[in-house]
């Protein structure tokens, strides 16, 4: 499990798995593609209403299947669509944050941010920044099993 | 009714036992060896009959039982008003798979305590164990040994055993490893998992009960395929649906046949939540578990 030693043909197959709130973060990554702005290609994104409807076990389950990392990413906290959503998942995502590590599965391949509908400048760094953590962690080596 | 401990099929083993009249409550024991927490009933099974108008359900309580009383109290699973609550102070139970295993004991005619041993007498003579030696890792890491809600106690009320920044060694324990042998103690300890689900059902906070998501096929979150991804994603359903409710009544650890140290797991979370949310769970009544709130001007998330 040298990750750090993971070949260039694997690096290029990193998947990360994106939760994405449909009235802000979903809005923001549009306007980041309208802007044109340059962003990696590991993201596949899954539009979600709300961060709050984002179980920890969206993030756990594929992680522990092989994905190589998840981002949760909705309205900044106070700025949720339906009030209170994004406060529910921040306590629950706190939590996960916490607990990954302990059962084995890298902490830094989960992340959770907030990117309102125009900031598309703002996605484009929380991509390129999630996906650099990604590649430098290496590939998931529950993946093989 | 009452729900309290009986002798079972031998002395070393107890079982629940539901007391419908006064001519049943010579079958109440308490030692040791009652190790069941008995509050699941209350919940779910078969066993317990729909309350009749203006009835009450007594049941006996150690201090980590009473605590599971008060997670089903707050979630409104449970009305005080419905239980009439004997509480008995605990001194530790014991690990009793252990105890056959090491002393490798059968044919048992009596159980008896004296002082700080327990006196077993099979067929052929008496076998001396020190209880301390043979208590489970839940009671060895015991804060609340006393009942924190009763009507009745019982006997008088001892001191803690453990501090609480004690608590969480075992957890600690386990953060000194590094990520990659905790990964690999996990893959090698869950791989035993044979997904009975005895630690969901033994679980008094494990309420979902058929539509368990585990089980559903809508949603469905687990395949009857055999692998270790599979039994992790078990395990994570389990131990996160009780994160910030886990009263570490150490059930699921307890019943685990694979003896797989389950409850491991949800002490971490209770870690967590104690670190991140400054909250501790079964101790309030009227507080709300911190995962089902929230708080607008979060400190330190």
């Given amino acids: 499990m040298d990750q750090s030693a993971a070949s260039g043909a694997l690096v290029d197959s990193i998947r990360i798995i994106g939760f994405l709130c449909n009235w ?28 709050g409807r984002v179980d920890p076990l969206f993030v756990a389950k594929p992680l522990i299947y092989g994905a190589d990392g998840v981002l949760v990413s909705g309205c900044h906290p106070k700025d949720c669509h339906y009030a209170v959503g994004n406060l529910y998942a921040r306590r629950r995502l706190e939590v996960l944050k916490n607990f990954l590590s302990f059962m084995g599965i890298d902490q830094r391949r989960f992340r959770y941010t907030w990117v309102s509908a125009s900031e598309g400048q703002r996605w484009q760094q929380v991509v390129s920044e999630f996906s650099e953590t990604i590649h430098a962690v290496g590939p998931n080596p529950l993946a093989r099993k | ?72 109290i707050q979630e409104k699973l449970l009305s005080r008003e419905s239980l009439h609550i004997f509480g008995i102070p605990c001194r530790g139970t014991l ?143 389990h131990a996160l649906h009780l994160a910030g409710r886990c009263t570490e009544c150490g059930e699921c650890e307890r019943v685990c046949p694979m003896e797989i140290p389950v409850t491991l797991i949800k002490e971490k979370l209770n870690q967590i939540t104690r670190d991140l949310l400054h909250y501790e769970a079964g101790l309030d009544p009227e507080a709300l578990p911190p995962l089902l709130t929230y708080n607008p001007n979060e400190a330190g998330i």
């Avoid at chain 2, 109440?28 to 009959?49: E, H, S």
């Avoid at chain 2, 209880?131 to 009507?151: Q, S, T």
């Fill in chain 2, 1 to 72: 009714m009452v729900i309290g401990w009986g002798t079972g099929y031998d002395p070393l083993h107890v079982t629940p036992v539901f007391l419908r009249g006064l001519e049943d409550v010579s079958r109440l024991i308490w030692n040791p060896l009652c190790v069941q927490n008995l509050t699941g009933y209350l919940v779910k099974g078969a066993l317990t009959p729909p309350l009749e108008e203006g009835k009450k359900i007594g049941i006996c309580v150690r201090g980590c039982d009473s605590r599971s009383l008060v997670a089903l």
């Fill in chain 2, 95 to 237: 690990d009793v798979r252990r105890l056959m295993n090491e002393s490798g004991l059968s044919q048992i005619r009596s159980v008896t305590i004296q002082g700080d041993h327990l006196v077993v007498q099979n067929d052929e003579e008496a076998h001396r164990f020190p209880l301390e030696r043979f208590l489970a890792r839940r009671c060895l890491r015991c804060r609340h040994p006393n009942p924190v809600i009763y009507d009745e106690l019982v006997y008088q009320p001892i001191t803690p055993r453990t501090a609480p920044e004690d608590a969480y060694r075992d957890v600690e324990a386990m953060e000194a490893r590094s990520l990659q042998e905790r990964h690999l103690f996990w893959s090698s300890e869950l791989d035993r998992c044979i997904r009975c689900y005895a630690c969901r059902n033994a679980c008094p906070l494990c309420i979902c009960q058929d539509r368990c998501i585990a089980e559903t096929r809508e949603p469905r979150w687990l395949t009857q395929r055999v692998n270790l991804p599979e039994k992790f994603l078990y395990h994570f359903i």
């Fill in chain 1, 24 to 51: 802000c973060s979903y809005g923001g990554a549009d306007t980041a593609g309208v802007c044109r702005f340059k962003q990696p290609t590991d993201l596949r994104v899954v539009r979600v209403p709300c961060t």
